[in-house]
């Protein structure tokens, strides 16, 4: 028999019992529902997780640091590309070329350094770092007091809440007696505060500079021009325009920013860095050295090839990818467990199946003789059986995700009522993406179709003449 | 026992057929080495009291049923040594039943029980509905197409049937009882249909029957059978023409 036609007899006999038929597949549509119900929640917890790692910055950057600086985040390196003595400084000619690889957006260089900041005649040593314009969409901004940098070279500064509550309560440590109100905060905004730094002065290679020289080692094999560089005292005049209550650096662990600058200024001020005064005092190098580059990806999917570019010129790197990979494994697992949850109910519903066709073999005994008489194959009859689990599957299958979809619907909208309510940012923690829909549907025609086995061989097995004398 | 003609072609040849039913630990003879032929065109009748055989030999014939010993030869086939979907195959295009409780399907039109045993044959829909219309037109229920078999007479029904029966164009019809819940004047209504088809389409007709006055009527030959054995063969030709005439 063809497909039209038993799909035809198969609809035609489930409307010959509506009620009982029905209900089967009412049952299937609850067991859908609750899988379907329980993926999204996972899957709307991951993307969720997603989205505040994307959008923190981390999970497009790939953290590069030169051997000779550092081993290796990762063991396997050693054995592999330059060792420590060959590995090149991180330099501006190095930065270029990182910034040449392709699917690289751009390489910016990591600068941060322990200085003091003056504020109302009051010295904080705290740690700057520099912030390129890039990271203005970073979530860490997304709901600060104030705004973002007018610009790359603005004299302005963000400062970590932490460190305003400080300038604020001139208390290092935080103090849970005394409480920063918003208003206090909102009083720093537009106000001034004065970095004071070491400048980095490297002499004329043709004209020795003229300044005191700080105190480098002399060396026979060097001119005497490149032997020496400059530490002079500076000190810059800035405004706060904004204050943010996130971590913008949670990958930088102890050596995380707490006052940001616009990167491009910090380069221009020309600051001596910690990582500069050993790579001079190693190879007397005029050009300016960082600890660490940050390249950022195109996309999330292409760190992994641009890891390996990277390695390959001799360098170490580290993504946040790497750091994710137990998170995927755990939410991989949460699926599981919340897969395994809402297919309970399918597999109850499937028993449902089970009796409705049972029943339906009982009841239309007859019908199979009749059709087995007329010319109906052991084959004919099982596909018939067979297509009516699995009709019943797929409108149940489509109502449950329709119910599913619903049920989640309503519990985002009562949970992000919930969150405004606690004065939390609304969230998507709900998400019915189109391969759940698919895999809810075809699985429950699988489910129906597995049901429908036994019952299927049973009628397929009736004996005509039995079946005919049936009354 | 023999009563076919040298060089006819023979629809239905049984050797020493037997099918033994287990009931506990007794041991059913329904049917106890029948040996017979039946020629193709030929209508034949079955007679014999309840519990004779004469269902358990048709069953053989349709292929609704296994042999426990035995030959039968359908349209030059061994049944004994077919599988059950080459039986199916053969139910299918080679014969045509016929019941005594008319057997169509409850939820299903006129129309749509005649058209079924087409599906199962995988008939394309359109030429399925002109053959199914064909032979309601046959059998006179052209204005019944889209009834169900609640609302028709006995008749319709049995007329339903023998149209669903003949849907296939099988060579052989069989037809068990199909008077037997029928008064008589829709009964002869009904063997009138089917001795023209005899005559018509030449198709072989083995007719079950209790009555034996409407098998003198209207078969060619009656075949008695008692305790699955066949006990008497007897050709009726003069009967059937005087019936016609």
Redesign the interface.
């Known amino acids: 028999m063809k497909a039209p036609d038993l799909i035809d007899l198969a609809v035609r006999n489930l409307r010959e019992s509506v009620l009982r038929n029905s209900l089967t597949t009412l049952g299937i549509t609850v067991g859908v529902a609750s899988l379907v119900a329980m993926l999204a929640l996972g899957v709307g917890l991951q993307q969720m997780a997603n989205r505040r790692l994307a959008k923190s910055g981390l999970f497009d950057t790939v953290v590069v640091t030169s051997r000779r600086d550092f081993r290796s985040y990762n063991r396997e390196e050693r054995t592999t590309g330059a060792g420590a003595a060959q590995s090149r400084p991180l330099d501006e000619q190095v930065r270029a070329q990182f910034e040449k690889l392709p699917n690289v957006l751009e390489a910016t260089p990591d600068i941060r350094f322990i200085t003091e900041l003056r504020y109302d005649g009051k010295p904080h040593l705290t740690m700057v770092s520099g912030v390129p314009q890039s990271a203005r969409n970073n979530d860490a901004f997304d709901n600060m007091q104030g705004r973002f940098f007018g610009g790359d070279m603005a004299d302005e500064v963000i400062l970590q809440k932490e460190f305003a509550d400080e300038l604020i309560t001139g208390r290092e440590q935080p103090d849970s007696k005394v409480q920063v109100t918003a208003e206090q905060l909102q009083g720093l905004l537009g106000k001034g505060i004065s970095l004071h730094y070491a400048e980095r002065s490297v002499p004329d290679r043709n004209a020795p500079s003229e300044s005191a020289p700080a105190t480098a080692p002399p060396n026979n094999s060097e001119p005497a021009a490149l032997s020496s560089f400059s530490v002079i005292r500076r000190s810059r005049q800035l405004r706060i325009v904004g204050i943010t209550d996130q971590d913008p650096e949670g990958i930088r662990g102890s050596a995380r920013g707490r006052v940001f600058l616009p990167l491009k200024l910090l380069q221009d001020l020309k600051v001596m860095l910690p990582s500069e005064i050993r790579e001079n005092t190693r190879s007397f190098s005029n050009q300016q050295t960082y600890l660490t580059i940050s390249v950022r990806v195109k996309n999330t999917s292409q760190i992994q090839g641009v890891q390996e570019a990277i390695k390959k010129m001799g360098f170490n790197t580290f993504s946040i990818v790497d750091a994710t990979r137990s998170l995927r494994r755990f939410f991989a697992v949460l699926d599981l467990f919340l897969g395994i949850f809402g297919s309970l109910a399918l597999a109850v519903a499937s028993l449902g199946i089970v009796n409705t066709l049972v029943m339906a073999i009982l009841e239309r005994r007859r019908e199979i003789g009749i059709m087995k008489a007329i010319g109906a194959s052991d084959g004919d009859v099982k596909k018939l059986f067979f297509v009516e689990a699995g009709v019943m599957g797929f409108f149940g299958g489509v109502a449950g995700v329709l119910l599913g979809w619903s049920i989640g619907k309503l519990i985002n909208w009562g949970t992000n009522i919930y969150l405004v309510r606690q004065e939390l940012p609304p969230e998507t923690i709900w998400a019915v993406p189109w391969w759940l829909v698919a895999g809810a549907v075809v699985f429950a025609v699988v489910i129906s179709l597995c049901s429908g086995l036994y019952p299927a061989a049973r009628a397929a097995r009736l004996d005509p003449v039995q079946a005919l004398r049936y009354e | 026992m023999n009563s076919s003609q040298p060089g006819d072609h023979l629809a239905i040849l049984t050797e020493d057929l037997r099918r033994h039913y287990k009931m506990g630990t007794a041991v059913i003879r329904a049917l106890d080495g029948v040996s017979l032929q039946i020629r193709a065109s030929e209508f034949v009748a079955l007679l014999g009291a309840s519990g004779s055989g004469k269902s358990s030999l048709l069953?053989l014939i349709?292929g609704?049923?296994h042999p426990t010993s035995g030959r039968i030869e359908v349209a030059g086939k061994n049944l004994a040594q077919m599988s059950?979907?080459e039986l199916?195959?053969h139910?299918?295009?080679t014969v045509?039943?016929v019941?005594q409780a008319f057997?169509?399907?409850p939820?299903?039109t006129v129309l749509e029980n005649i058209e079924?045993?087409m599906?199962?044959?995988?008939v394309p829909p359109a030429e399925r509905q002109a053959a199914a219309r064909e032979a309601m037109q046959r059998v006179g229920l052209a204005a019944r197409a889209g009834h169900r078999p609640s609302e028709l007479s006995g008749g319709e029904q049995q007329r339903t049937s023998l149209a669903?029966?003949l849907v296939?164009r099988p060579r052989i019809l069989l037809a068990d009882e199909p008077t037997g819940n029928l008064d008589s004047r829709t009964g002869t209504g009904i063997l009138n249909l089917i001795s023209d088809f005899n005559a018509s389409l030449g198709m072989t007709v083995v007719m079950v029957t209790h009555e034996r006055h409407l098998a003198e009527r209207y078969a060619q030959r009656l075949i008695f059978l008692e305790d699955g054995k066949l006990i008497e063969e007897k050709s009726n030709t003069p009967q059937l023409a005087e019936a016609r005439s």
């Open positions: 069953n349709a609704l049923d059950r979907e199916a195959i139910r299918r295009h045509g039943m019941f057997n169509l399907i939820s299903m079924l045993p599906r199962f044959a995988e669903r029966a296939n």
